[in-house]
């Protein structure tokens, strides 16, 4: 019980870091980014590029593929989203589809389509460490947790206390009024692209170093959409308990019932929230609407 | 008036048709081989290796001269390993083709099958598992050169665990992917596994997009294996052996050791990992994996060792149009192929030797593989050991 405990607790962190990219773009731009999940394959590419030019220096390796991750969300805005403004959000959808497409061919083209172990060349350890009741999970589990918990943790301050934070939620929240008082929505978009593209970055970095990086691991940022829709898109406090919820819903499917309902777990939740609450645990039913 | 038309015509088609005829007097014909090959898409890691293999080994065939003083042609077709795609593709290159190869996954077996058996193609798998057709008795068109084979695999792995329990009773759990082809070579291992007096545990089937591989590892260490046996996609073999390792899980591992193993039993240095395999691992630096590593330089960007099964199946065609001699028709090359006998030069445990009625080989070879702490290498447990296959 203990482990099944531990287990759902790394995997909601994995979901959560993931979900956070989906409601920070949409809060801020109603735009549903689909490429969330190529974000986080990126982001493990990147760390595995940065691990290469500087073979056994994490120090170094790892804030450089973090802050390359949200450079990658600024460039996609600035690139690709930016033109979209005026276009019909459906619009705005389809790009981030087609960027999710690119970024794989990219991928494979750059690194081939091999396993890759950027913990092997940052020099790096991955040891098992126990935890009580006979529960043991490995350093990186830890890692994924703590990045979690920080994330989470600075996001809720920044948007609570901090005037951009403050700005960003405005335009979030009523757009023309915040337009009326002078605030520059190109940076607040920017800034929330770059915001998700570090949070998926910093996903894939510590999921490929825990358990393997290859270009289909993007796969994962379905199951976190799930997680997103169930917390409620507009709510990032929704997205731990949604979290929580499909990963404990997907380890005890593995423990105590068919290993292969897993893999459908996170649809099955979402099926069973739009079914008695479509707007999520925590969304709202206007936004719901929206979509 | 027509005459003359027809007269000026007939020179004029001579004037075209001469330099071409003379072009064709200067270069033999070929031998036209057709591939279906997952080179892009997501299973391409295990495939796309087998291509380059091919096309280096023909290309040196080719500058040398060719086969009986003609070119082999191969011509690929992309399948990303989609059926419907692989469909297309076997199509189009049955057309004119002596022969086809598969080097896909198994979803793309039976379109391409179809489509070999309506046009009389005989029909070779290199890469990919090989289909019950291709073993005794073998359908006269289907051929395999693949190094693992369903049920002999499972057969080999449990002998080597019992070899080396030596005489304890060993509990046994199964890895499987949610692919067909896994989960029914490890049902069959895991009755087998009790015929020879195991313990086992009930095959654990892990679907390949999976989060997180610990909840299935924490199934098998929760059961009290001793023991895991893992035949499957590389994703799911390791993905399950590291989850194990990072639960503290004490007992030992044997998979069936795909191209990555060499890789990835350096960078584990685990010594309770064990890889079955009928590829000679490369760190036994033979003769012949210094001369492909020396042609595949700059040819392709996985490592050498990733071309040892394409290249073993190109060795297998090569002996096969040798033997077909020219002019050589598909039934010629079909009969040809049924009696091949090649020297692997090491790349296997001894040669490939088809009959009239296995199209697999007469006899398989197998070795272990694991990493030795004390020697900080790879080596072998034991040598070759063989199978019969009848």
Known sequence: MAQALATTVVVASLYALLGAGYVLVYRASRVLNLAQGDLLTL??????????????????????????????????????????AGHPVFAAVLVTVTLGILLRAAIVFVFTDRTRHPLQQLGLSNPPRPLIAGAVVSTFDLVMVGAAVVLFAGLFVFLKISPLGIRMRAAGERALLASQRGIDFHGVFALSWALAAFAGGLAGM?????????????ILGLRAFAVALVGGLDSLGGVIPAALLVAAVEV???????????????????????????????GTKEELERV | MRGRILIAAAGMLGLVAAPAARAQAQTPESYRIGMTVAITGPFSAGYAPTYEAYR????????????????????????????????????????GSLLLINASISPT???????????????????????????????????????????????????????????????????????????????????????????????????????DFTPFAQNLK???????????PWGVEIGVFE???????????????????????????????????????FVENLPIHAEITNLVKGQTNHPAHYMAEGWTSAMVLDAGLRKCGWPCSREKLAQALAGVSVDTKGLRGGPIEMTADNHYRKVTYYKVYRWDAAKSAIVSVGGWSKLDIK
Not at chain 1, 206 to 218: A, C, F, H, K, M
Not at chain 1, 265 to 272: E, R
Request: glycine share 8%; proline share 7%; charged share 15%.
């Open chain 1, 43 to 84: 982001g493990g590419y990147l760390l595995f590029a940065s691990a290469a030019t500087f073979p056994g220096t994490p120090a170094v390796a790892l804030p450089l593929a973090a802050v390359l991750s949200a450079i990658t969300g600024v460039l996609v805005y600035v690139a690709l989203m930016r033109p979209m």
């Open chain 1, 206 to 218: 510590i999921y490929s170093s825990n358990v393997r990086l290859e270009p289909s691991i993007g």
């Open chain 1, 252 to 282: 005890a499917s593995v423990r105590y019932g068919n290993a292969l309902l897993s893999d459908v777990s996170p649809f099955l939740c979402l099926l069973v929230m739009l079914l008695i609450r479509p707007w999520g645990m925590f």
């Open chain 2, 56 to 95: 280096t080994y023909f290309k040196r065939v080719n500058d040398a001269g060719g086969i009986n003083g003609h070119p082999v042609a191969i011509t690929y077709e992309d399948d990303r390993g989609e059926p419907q795609r692989a469909a297309a593709a076997a199509k189009k290159l049955t057309d």
């Open chain 2, 109 to 211: 077996y039976k379109p391409v099958m179809t489509e070999a058996e309506a046009t009389k193609t005989p029909l070779l798998f290199g890469g990919g598992v090989c289909p019950r057709e291709a073993f005794p008795p073998a359908a006269p068109l289907i051929f395999c050169t693949t190094s693992f084979g369903s049920k002999w695999d499972s057969r080999m792995a449990l002998g080597f665990i019992k070899e080396q329990s030596a005489g304890k009773k060993v509990k046994i759990g199964f890895a499987a992917q949610d692919i067909p082809l896994s989960r029914i070579e490890l049902e069959f291992a895991e009755q087998h596994a009790k015929e020879l007096g195991m313990d086992t545990i009930p095959v654990v089937v892990v679907p390949g997009s999976a989060s």
């Open chain 2, 222 to 232: 929760e059961a009290g294996a001793d023991w895991v046996f893992s035949w499957a």
């Open chain 2, 243 to 281: 989850a194990l390792n990072r639960i503290g899980w004490k007992g030992n591992y044997i998979l069936y050791g795909h191209q990555p193993a060499q890789d990835e039993l350096t960078r584990l240095k685990a010594p309770n990992l064990h890889a079955l395999t009928g590829n000679a691992m």
